[in-house]
């Protein structure tokens, strides 16, 4: 395997002194907030994780990189303006201390909406597996891919891109391919998870360590790192925008000023509010939680605006 960064200390330690200093200070920041989070790296960045990814960062040439999520730029955008921002990233310039009350927002709001996460414990069954983790990491150990650690487990990626992982269940162990649809699979190994539902992501599934053939395993890895060389990967379609339906829709369309207020908040904002009437299963709760949002609609807040801390 060629070398990658490993941890967060072997990423600080690439840069010059000042750099370094920046990074720490950021470092120390994020932990004393979130002493329970875990550091990792995850996109070739420090990242801190709590039941998911809790914050990135990179430092660059001429910018520290923060990476929060493109929801909590545009949940902060109005105390992002001196900064130059896109979708996800936040830039902050090397010459100016860190906005230390800014990173703490945003990384106490990040970390409420990340509280009651259930992520999966893909390491559950692990113990009953050993002999079979310990063949696929000799196997990874022979090709140019990198481990990360993303979604609670390892993932191994090539120029970025995810191309395999695997997790001991109960009653199988599985290998897993993130564009395994597009895998020859002259064998006929590879199944679909969930049918209907997985698109390019298929699994090869073991109960011993002797169905496993390390050529044939290792062709089918370097096949899928072909792929990811070719640019062969699987677009999902975006999703129609959510609209508001219903006793939702009957209350804007007849409340001009409502549906005004509703119409300048953000697209996530609204998709927030309509997700949560829609969500309701009797016409009551619908009308009670209706009751409730229409003054913070009415006052330009969102439905999540009482984790920000002004």
């Known amino acids: ?13 690439q840069f010059d002194s000042d750099k370094q200093s920046l990074l720490q200070s950021l470092r120390r920041l994020i932990s004393e907030l979130v002493p329970e989070a875990t550091e990792t790296i995850n996109y070739k960045m420090p990242t ?6 809790l914050i990135h960062f990179a430092m660059f040439k001429n910018h520290l990189g923060v990476y929060p999520g493109a929801e909590a730029i545009e949940f902060f955008q109005n105390d992002l303006t001196d ?18 009350e800014l990173i703490q927002k945003i990384v106490t709001y990040n970390l409420e909406n990340l509280k009651n996460k259930e992520v999966p414990d893909w390491k ?9 983790i310990e063949k696929m990491e000799r196997i990874i150990v022979d090709t140019p891919l990198d481990r990360t650690f993303k979604w609670g487990g390892d993932v191994f990626v090539f120029d970025g891109k ?9 009653n ?5 391919f993130y564009q395994g649809v597009f895998l020859k699979d002259e064998a006929q190994y590879l199944v679909s998870a969930s ?8 699994q090869w599934r073991f109960t011993s360590v002797e169905e496993m053939q390390d050529d044939l395993i290792l062709n089918y890895i370097k096949e899928a790192i072909q792929l990811v060389k070719d640019g062969i990967e699987f677009k999902p379609v975006k999703a129609a925008p959510i609209v508001a339906t219903g006793i939702f ?13 509703f119409q300048k908040l953000t697209p996530s904002k609204q998709k927030d509010y309509i997700i949560h009437i829609e969500d309701a299963k009797q016409e009551k709760t619908k009308l009670s939680r209706l009751e409730k949002i229409i003054p913070m609609i009415l006052e330009g807040k969102g439905l999540h605006d009482k984790y920000q801390k002004r």
């Open 1 to 13: 395997m060629k070398n990658t960064i490993l941890n967060i200390d072997d990423y600080i330690q």
């Open 124 to 132: 559950k069954h692990h113990d009953k597996w050993v002999d079979v």
């Open 83 to 100: 900064y130059k921002t896109s979708k996800g990233a936040i830039q902050l310039p090397l010459d100016k201390e860190i906005p230390t």
């Open 48 to 53: 801190f994780r709590y039941n998911g990814n």
């Open 162 to 170: 995810n191309v395999i992982s695997y997790a001991g269940f109960k």
């Open 195 to 202: 049918e209907g539902k997985t698109h390019a992501l298929r």
């Open 249 to 261: 829709a009957e209350t804007l369309s007849k409340d001009k000023k409502l549906n005004e207020a």
């Open 172 to 176: 199988h162990f599985a290998l897993w």
